[in-house]
């Protein structure tokens, strides 16, 4: 599935998805099978004002396009709000990359918008956007690796959500490099194996995976056993998680997940191993949307909203296609 512009006649409602990220902001309209159409992206304001205000700009843009090529949408917006989100009272408890603290967004963007707003955290939205166009698994455990770490639980194709801190498992902490504490995602992330890397000198500051995993494949044994550490450390951290779930599927997102069996298999292995006699799940895999899962999933909020319900379907990508991630 890609963005679209392609002049469309349609009786069938879609809707507008809008993610927000640390510095950028990406919309698009979304149709009932998940493919994007006049994609946007533009820089993300710091101020929760400001950024109210560029969600009209944005919303004009995206409804402009779907009047003049015949597209009608529901009436509510899914917007994605990255940190620690309260959904129910549509507040953004904490986005450390926004500044944002306790701003009553969803409030603020729908006596903008004049029109309901349903406010998503952004992985939980990523994960919603799988489990009905991507892997279509009724129940799964989907990781996303990035810059941080974060996961969230999938039951009948929705996302668990019993608090505001639900899923931030990246802070937790492990044994991590001289058997120091340290939260899994300055072991385990693609900004915390770039971080090790730059600190023995093998990359440059501000480097991420990419730049370790390079020396990886050329044979260099120090970053080697940067990845080993991080795979083996993720592995053991996976292992109670799955022996609560049970053996569902684990989905992994985000650029770390494009390196394919290169990242599995020794995930795999040292899950295996830390489970014993517990039986391991049959899928480990790699999320299939890629760069635009979020903004699917803001959508898929929207539809959920307006009751048009979308009928899993599962896509036939294989998911290499995932954001490159430093």
């Keep these: 599935m890609s963005g679209n512009t392609r002049h469309q006649v349609t ?21 009932q099978t998940g493919d994007t159409h006049h994609p946007l992206t533009i820089p993300t304001p710091s101020d929760p004002r400001v950024f109210a205000d560029t969600a009209v700009k944005v919303t004009r843009e995206l409804t402009g396009w779907a009047r003049s090529n015949g597209v009608s949408t529901v009436d509510t917006i899914g917007i994605n709000i990255p940190g620690i989100i309260d959904e129910v009272r549509g507040i953004s408890v904490f986005s450390a990359n926004l500044g944002w603290r306790n701003e009553p967004i969803a409030a603020m963007l729908e006596d903008s918008l004049r029109r309901p707003v349903a406010l998503g955290h952004d992985v939980r939205s990523g994960a919603l956007a799988e489990s009905r166009w991507g892997v279509a698994y009724p129940d799964f455990f989907f990781l996303a690796i990035g810059t941080g770490i974060s996961a969230v639980v999938i039951n009948g194709h929705q996302p668990m959500t019993t608090w505001q801190w639900a899923g931030e498992i990246g802070q937790v902490l492990v044994p991590g490099y001289d058997g120091a504490l340290m939260p899994l995602e300055q072991v385990c992330s693609a900004a915390g194996i770039g971080h090790r890397g730059a ?68 995930i795999r292995e040292a899950l295996t191993r830390y489970l014993g006699v517990v039986p391991a799940p049959t899928h480990i895999e790699v999320a299939r949307l890629g760069v635009d899962a979020q903004v699917r999933g803001a959508a898929l909020r929207a539809f959920d909203a307006s009751g048009c319900k979308i009928q899993p379907q599962k896509t036939q990508e294989t998911g290499t296609d995932a954001e490159p991630s430093n």
């Design 199 to 266: 600190s023995l000198g093998l990359v440059p500051e501000g480097a991420g995976s990419r730049e370790v995993f390079e020396l990886v494949d050329q044979g260099n044994v120090q970053a080697t056993e940067i990845a080993d550490t991080a795979c083996e450390t993720l592995g053991r951290f996976l292992a109670p998680v799955v022996a609560t779930l049970g053996p569902i599927p684990v989905v992994i997102s985000g650029g770390m997940a494009a390196r394919g069996d290169k990242l599995l298999t020794p």
């Design 11 to 31: 009786t069938t409602p879609w809707a507008l998805g809008i993610d927000v990220g640390g510095t950028a902001i990406k919309a698009a309209i979304v149709d």
